[in-house]
């Protein structure tokens, strides 16, 4: 009936150019009559000006390394009331025994390393120790030597248990590292692999770290492993009835079907040398699930469960288009791209929704930039738009192209498993935020060494010397650190935004290299005690107690930041309204004596605030 409908819909304009995709039988040439099984035999026959229509409401597993050529475009096709057909690399494990040592655990043969594991469509955790919480390193420890006292009163694992497992380790607040533990002296020291290693000698007392990928770990309920020397699976489904009946077995009404687990064993994903892909839905891929070669069009699209990556741009994508997408339950990044900056540029990124970002504490990969829900490494002249954007990592949007326009996006609980960064994330010149809100940007303290929460709604970076961003219309509220995080930029331009009920201050300006010359128009600073923050848990050092107190706006030393007018500020009783180097004031006068800079006739209102946002 499906593929009844899919021809009716496609009758009047079935032709040689469009080519035909269904769940059935292989052999297929394509036809109307009979369709191709697989989107690799379409590809493989398809040319510039070809459309090739996919089925809804089917599962299409391919070996991954497929290329969207130039010129084709790939789209669903059939019913619309059908979920959109499912592009994936990963196999179906069809057969599984029980383990001797635990009936509970499934076992199964498979030949090939396995990248991630899913159960019913659900993301798995490797085997791990501790099952929940962390383990914290210590002081003595060194960027290849972790040490925790604690260890041997916490597990009784013995000398050598953990050799050839790995550690995911938070070593410093802003990144994440996987790591090989290469001896365990099974007491207090583990000793770790070079790979995976971040090129930083921080280290943080306290740091959280746990051991996976570890089969002397599998012991409860949603973890797996498997075993490189005999190409076993170990699978301990999420919950415990589901071992029996052996998959594929007949089942009774009474009995409960075991979950379908699938794997992915393939390292490649998906590729597009200049096509238009119109509604796939792209799941459990490993790596980059779509990479953009060369500039092509991804519109109405779902990435969904995703070890890795959304989509990637390459060196020669500029003026792609990614229109209307969804991207959600993604390990590391939404949307990566690297595009040559003496490229004709004007990439845009419009109306997509993005949920659920690198939120699996160090599942997003070594080093920094990881777990981030839009990553403009490089290019120029890109434009970031109207896009919804929540739960992350680490920042919602990082900038580091030239000339880049960041517009009317809402951006929610930003930076929920790392520290020092912001919603909206700006390492570059030139650069236009406008017209977004951002709301609860977090700054996670949970994992990390102990710290300051840093949490910024947008912040603009001070490495590199950044100037002239424009930096208006904005709404932020209730972030772990400030408003406005600006500092060693110059000649911005700030205007008519809203800052209310940031933790560490509406705006904080900072610099010592000179004369910063930014110009400050009507903007609204709202300060409040306690702040709008929502609390999570975190590590803050003694000595950060007592002094976390919000106030309007926060400065380093005596520079000249430039001009200041037009400010009207909002505070609830006792808060600061400026802080300059500790140098607190709760009222407007004198400021001159701390910053010619600042504003000689701020409007100030004690009150409580309330912001209602429609978004």
């Known amino acids: 009936m499906i593929r009844w409908m899919l021809l009716s819909l496609l009758g009047s304009v079935a032709c040689s150019a469009d080519l035909l995709v269904a769940p059935g039988p292989a052999g297929g040439n394509g036809s109307r009559e009979r369709p191709f099984a697989s989107l690799g035999e379409a590809l493989a026959r398809a040319a510039s000006g070809d459309t090739v229509h996919v089925l809804r409401g089917g599962t299409y597993r391919e070996a991954g390394g497929l290329d969207f050529r130039a010129g084709v475009t ?73 040490v925790d006292p604690d260890r041997a009163k916490q597990t009784k694992a013995a000398k050598g248990q953990w050799n050839g497992a790995q550690v995911r380790w938070r070593r410093w607040s802003w990144w994440w590292e996987t790591r090989l533990i290469t001896d365990d002296d099974g007491v207090s020291r583990l000793t770790l692999g070079t790979d995976g290693r971040f090129n930083e000698p921080l280290i943080g007392e306290g740091s959280a770290w746990c051991v996976d990928n570890c089969l002397a770990e599998l012991d409860v309920p949603g973890e797996w492993f498997w075993d490189k020397a005999d190409q076993r699976l170990y699978v301990y489904p999420p919950t415990p009835d589901a071992a029996t009946p052996a998959a594929g077995s007949a089942r009774s009404a009474s009995v409960k079907a075991v979950p ?32 953009l070669g060369r500039t092509s069009t991804v ?6 469960d995703l070890p890795d990556t959304g989509i990637s741009g390459n060196w020669d994508a500029s003026g792609s288009r990614m229109l209307g997408n969804q991207f959600r339950d993604v390990q590391n990044g939404g949307i990566n791209w690297i595009e040559n900056p003496a490229g004709a540029g004007g990439t845009l990124i419009e109306g997509n929704r993005l949920e659920r970002i690198g939120m699996e504490p160090g599942y997003g990969g070594s080093g920094v930039w990881k777990s981030a829900g839009i990553i403009l490494a490089t290019g120029k002249k890109q434009t970031v738009r109207a896009n919804r954007i929540s739960d992350t990592g680490y920042a919602g949007i990082i900038i580091g192209c030239e000339e880049t326009v960041i517009e009317r996006n809402v951006l929610r609980r930003c930076m929920g498993t790392l520290n020092d960064g912001g919603g909206i994330y700006v390492v570059s010149n030139r650069t236009t935020v406008r017209d977004n809100i951002v709301l609860d940007t977090i700054g996670n303290l949970e994992t990390s060494q102990f710290f300051y929460p840093l949490g910024h709604g947008i912040w603009c970076e001070f490495i590199g010397d950044y100037r002239e961003q424009i930096i208006t219309g904005n709404t932020v509220v209730g972030s772990g650190g400030h408003g406005l995080f600006l500092t060693d930029n110059y000649q911005c331009t700030i205007s008519n935004n809203v800052f209310a009920g940031n933790r560490g201050g509406a705006l904080h300006v900072s610099g010592k290299k000179g004369p910063q010359n930014h110009t400050f128009t009507d903007n609204l600073l709202i300060a409040e005690q306690p702040s709008r923050r929502t609390v999570y848990p975190e590590q803050v050092p003694a000595d950060w107690i007592g002094s976390d107190r919000v106030k309007a706006i926060d400065a380093d030393g005596t520079n000249d930041y430039g001009t200041m007018s037009g400010t009207v500020i909002i505070a609830s009783p006792g808060v600061d309204l400026l802080s300059i180097n500790g140098q607190r004031r709760g009222d407007a006068t004198d400021w001159a004596a701390l910053g010619k800079w600042l504003d ?7 009150a409580t605030a309330l912001v209602l946002i429609n978004d």
């Open 299 to 304: 519109r109405n699209c779902i990435f969904s």
């Open 260 to 291: 379908m687990i699938e794997v992915i064993t393939e390292p490649k994903g998906f590729s597009s040398s200049g096509a238009t892909i119109d509604g796939l839905h792209f799941a459990r891929i490993a790596g980059s699930a779509l990479t």
């Open 600 to 606: 000689p006739a701020p409007k100030v209102q004690r």
């Open 74 to 146: 790939v789209a669903a096709g059939g019913p619309v009331d059908q979920p959109a057909p499912v592009i994936t690399t990963s196999v179906v494990v069809p057969t599984f025994t029980p383990w001797s040592k635990n009936p509970k655990v499934l076992t199964a043969t498979v030949p090939k390393p396995v990248l991630a594991l899913y159960v019913d469509g659900t993301f798995v955790r490797l085997a791990r120790y501790p099952n929940n919480g962390w383990m914290r390193s210590s002081k003595a420890s060194t960027p290849d030597v972790i």
